[in-house]
């Protein structure tokens, strides 16, 4: 068992969730309701792991241990390989900026990444670095066996052979925030630095102004699809990243998945965010 499965094991069995945290859960669910979405979010803390929220508006068949398909958030566990193994924030052999691709979510160059990625580190390598990122054998199938244009669609549009839970995302930003070394010093600055330039200018700029009057700020990554030949408002949608004080320390993460609801930008990101200002204003009590 790697030491993220087993935080992910101890979350999911043993955080207490007492009175306030029986009323964040009520009011992440009165938010999704509100939207008419189907949708689980997760609020950790970053500190304590405490989960502050852990909230679905329909458990009997979507909860916080649901599987579901990555989508876009695919491309933070491989930048976060990338940032391992190699700490340049450009690749110029591949013409891609690390960084950039967080930011922007462009899959064309996450499909290039994860082909560079493979080629320099091996295909065993890069799959012992998902594993330590809490990715066990049965969320990632026969990913290992797929040819380069499988394995960079799946490592950049997470559509197909991953999946993934709200919980073991939240888990994973929370390791990425608090330090433990699942991901090296470096690799967890700029992960949380791309995150919030991808809401201040990027992928996740509908949300970029909501908590401007609190002093604290989120940052995250969007995703979008997972439902063929569906209309973009029928598509699944992924925001999950953390939410920082004042001094820019990460304080909580926030993993919100709604499906077929539209794009992660916008029902995802903004349940994020409503929560966030709930957590905030109950932090700074």
């Keep these: 068992m790697t030491p993220l499965t087993l935080i992910l094991t101890v979350a999911a069995a043993c955080c207490g969730i ?13 938010v999704m309701n509100s939207r008419h979405v189907k ?100 969320a990632t199938a026969d990913l290992a066996t797929l040819g380069d244009a499988d394995w960079s669609s799946a490592l950049s549009i997470g559509e197909s052979h991953m999946s993934t839970t709200a919980l073991h995302v939240s888990s994973f930003l929370r390791e990425v925030a608090n330090g433990s ?3 090296q010093p470096a690799t967890a600055r700029q992960l949380t630095s791309a995150m919030i330039e991808a809401v201040t200018r990027g992928s996740a700029k ?10 604290w700020c ?13 209309p973009l408002e029928e598509q699944d949608g992924w925001f999950a990243g953390l939410i920082f004080d004042p001094q820019r320390k990460a304080r909580f993460t926030v993993a919100t998945f709604v499906s077929g609801g539209g794009p992660g930008a916008e029902h995802a990101a903004h349940i994020s965010a409503e929560v966030a200002r709930y957590v905030i204003r109950n932090a700074s009590r």
Excluded: C
Aim: proline share 5%; charged share 20%; hydrophobic share 45%.
């Design 181 to 183: 070394g699942v991901v």
């Design 39 to 138: 949708a689980v979010s997760v609020v950790q803390d970053v500190a304590s792991g405490k989960l502050v929220i852990s909230a679905a508006s329909q458990p009997e068949s979507l909860d916080p241990n649901t599987p579901v398909l990555p989508l876009s958030l695919s491309k933070v566990f491989l930048a976060a390989a990338w940032w391992d193994h190699f700490p340049e924030a450009r690749v110029p052999e591949i013409d891609v900026d690390v960084a950039e691709l967080l930011v922007t979510g462009s899959d064309s160059l996450g499909r290039r990444l994860a082909v560079a990625l493979r080629q320099r580190v091996g295909t065993a390598q890069a799959m012992a670095d998902l594993k330590r990122y809490g990715f066990d054998g049965a």
């Design 218 to 230: 989120i940052g995250g990554k969007t995703g979008t699809g997972g439902r063929q030949g569906k």
């Design 18 to 30: 007492g009175m306030a945290a029986e009323s964040a859960n009520e009011f992440a669910m009165n």
């Design 206 to 215: 509908p949300i970029a102004g909501i908590l401007s009057d609190t002093g």
